[in-house]
């Protein structure tokens, strides 16, 4: 396979290639907390997609993301923190190295004739977080779609998925609706312009902390190296809406994804 022909299949949502995805993420925050425009944090997260196809168009796909917590900001005042609404002065800690809550979905996916993909699924967190701050202490399940396009130019679509709290130590009610919309641009040299920016909305946070929502841009580039093709991304995510006391104003991804065989 050639990296242009590695390149237009990994941006094929429904793709039968098996992935090891490492994200690496620098975000910057802002907000009217006191000093919230000097924090900031990294995260490395872990995604591998092993598809196991089941006829010419449709896969099942078991994807768990794994996310590590390199610097997590975190609020407080008095010791204790601050819930995601609060809106005072407030002083600053930092998680260090921490294991987030793990996410997965289990899906099936099916690409037309004419190019139309179509994914559904179950998505769902389990509380493996190792420190409470970066995790819910909970089990959360619900749906998950896709509808997305490929063609020769490249491909387009967005993810819905929504969560509620199903288990867990945590008595709070959870309901939060997240996706992602994409868009991959194919070039010469296995060159593409693609983004792949997440977002969320918590219906039980109070006005003016419930929706995050990021404009993304990138760039990205395959190649094949000693046989195995790899691709590299950089991407920038500008948030448009935020949490108003505490949330990101921007966002940088590296990531670097080599295709592994698969063992089925």
């Known amino acids: 396979m050639s990296a242009s022909e590695a390149a237009a299949e990994l941006a094929n949502p429904n793709t039968t290639l098996g992935v090891l995805a490492f994200p690496l993420d620098y975000v910057q925050y802002d907000g009217d907390l006191a000093g919230a425009s000097d924090q900031s944090a990294w995260r490395l997260s872990f995604q ?16 768990p993301l794994i996310p590590v917590y390199l610097d997590q900001p975190v609020p407080f005042v008095g010791g204790a923190s601050l819930p995601p609404e609060a809106s005072i002065d407030a002083n600053y800690d930092s998680t260090g190295l921490q294991l987030g809550d793990i996410g997965f979905d289990v899906a099936v996916g099916k690409t037309t004739e004419t190019g139309t993909v179509l994914i559904g699924g179950i998505v769902g967190t389990l509380p493996t977080a190792t420190d409470d701050r ?21 491909s387009v679509g967005g993810l819905l998925t929504h969560q509620w709290n199903v288990a867990g130590s945590n008595d709070a009610d959870t309901s939060l609706t997240s996706g992602q919309y994409f868009y991959n641009i194919n070039l010469k040299h296995a060159w593409q312009i693609s983004a792949t920016p997440t977002f969320s909305y918590n219906h039980n946070a109070s006005s003016g902390e419930q929706l995050t929502f990021p404009a993304g841009i990138g760039v990205s580039k395959t190649a094949v190296i000693a046989g195995t093709p790899w691709k590299f991304a950089l991407q920038y995510w500008h948030y448009v809406e935020s949490p108003d006391s505490f949330g990101p104003e921007y966002q940088i991804r590296f990531q670097v994804a080599p295709v592994v065989p698969l063992p089925w």
Do not use: A, H, I
């Open 48 to 63: 591998p997609s092993l598809p196991y196809k089941l006829n010419d168009s449709t896969n099942l796909f078991v994807r």
């Open 134 to 154: 970066v995790g819910l202490d909970q089990v959360l399940l619900g749906p998950e779609f896709l509808l997305g396009k490929v063609g020769k130019w490249g």
